[in-house]
């Protein structure tokens, strides 16, 4: 059998920003840290507070009236960091059988977008996969029954499922012209789960999330045998 094992080009590069904007304040900020926060500051639309012992250390436009950022995101952020560190590579393994079938192994990587998948199939190829009889994927690295609090029902990408392996973070992104399906990205094939998916909705251009585990997991091996064709 041979195992290949692909590292995510992901380095956490929203956690980082989040953490040093964080931690301007302090004797702790890394040297890019002011580089960030000016860029941050610059933006034409966006107010920032920050407190420290309830005094103002970072101010910006901070008495606008604006709807309020996804602050959850740097809560996670920052348990994550101390957790993984910043050097942390998010992988995901590849086994080719004697049977010439692909067993796949997620690791949580949440950044296997289409192009992420481009550079996989392409790296299976350089170590010598010329022929897959068939896919098998794995993702039980995460409890198949992982309840994410305060995720809905609701159809938006932002309540997709989090599964262990995820194509484009378990979302789809289709066309339907009046009973014809097809892919909205260029760099995204269209898949049978794609098709399904976006016979659902009306005329129009929808990107909706594959609801269940099993769908989101098996819609990544059906992209990726898209992308090895």
Same mark, same amino acid.
Do not use: C
């Given at each position: 059998?041979m195992?290949?094992?692909?590292?995510?080009?992901?380095?956490?590069?929203? +956690?980082?920003?989040?953490?040093? !904007?964080?931690?301007?304040?302090s004797d702790?900020?890394?040297?890019?840290?002011?580089?960030?926060?000016?860029?941050?500051?610059?933006l034409? #639309?966006?107010?920032?507070?920050?407190t420290?012992?309830?005094?103002?250390?970072?101010?910006?436009?901070?008495?606008?009236?604006?709807?309020?950022a996804s602050?959850?995101?740097?809560?996670?952020?920052?348990?994550?960091?101390?957790?993984f560190?910043?050097?942390?590579?998010?992988?995901?393994?590849?086994?080719?059988?004697n049977?010439?079938? +692909?067993r !796949?192994?997620?690791?949580?990587d949440?950044y296997?977008v289409?192009?992420?998948?481009d550079? !996989?199939?392409?790296?299976l190829?350089?170590r010598?996969?010329? #022929?897959?009889?068939?896919?098998?994927?794995?993702?039980?690295?995460?409890?198949?029954? +992982?309840a994410i609090?305060g995720?809905?029902?609701?159809?938006?990408?932002?309540?997709?499922?989090?599964?262990?392996?995820?194509?484009?973070?378990n979302?789809?992104?289709?066309i339907?012209?009046?009973?014809e399906?097809r892919?909205?990205?260029?760099?995204?094939?269209?898949?049978?789960m794609?098709?399904?998916?976006?016979?659902r909705?009306?005329?129009?251009?929808?990107?909706?999330?594959?609801?269940?585990?099993? #769908?989101?997991?098996?819609?990544?091996?059906?992209?990726?045998?898209?992308?090895?064709?």
């Amino acid at each position: 059998m041979m195992q290949h094992r692909i590292s995510s080009s992901l380095f956490l590069g929203a +956690l980082l920003t989040l953490g040093l !904007i964080l931690t301007t304040g302090s004797d702790s900020a890394s040297a890019g840290s002011g580089d960030t926060l000016s860029r941050a500051l610059k933006l034409p #639309k966006a107010s920032l507070l920050v407190t420290e012992r309830g005094r103002p250390v970072i101010s910006r436009h901070p008495d606008w009236a604006m709807v309020p950022a996804s602050t959850m995101k740097i809560l996670t952020a920052l348990p994550a960091i101390d957790s993984f560190g910043l050097d942390h590579r998010f992988h995901t393994d590849f086994y080719l059988g004697n049977d010439d079938r +692909l067993r !796949i192994n997620g690791y949580g990587d949440p950044y296997l977008v289409s192009e992420e998948l481009d550079l !996989i199939a392409g790296a299976l190829k350089a170590r010598g996969v010329r #022929k897959i009889a068939g896919i098998g994927t794995d993702d039980s690295y995460f409890d198949p029954n +992982l309840a994410i609090s305060g995720r809905s029902s609701s159809d938006n990408p932002y309540d997709a499922p989090v599964t262990g392996l995820a194509a484009n973070f378990n979302t789809v992104n289709v066309i339907n012209k009046g009973g014809e399906i097809r892919s909205a990205e260029t760099q995204t094939p269209l898949t049978p789960m794609a098709r399904r998916f976006g016979q659902r909705f009306g005329v129009g251009t929808h990107r909706v999330n594959l609801e269940q585990r099993e #769908k989101a997991v098996r819609y990544f091996g059906e992209l990726l045998n898209a992308k090895l064709e």
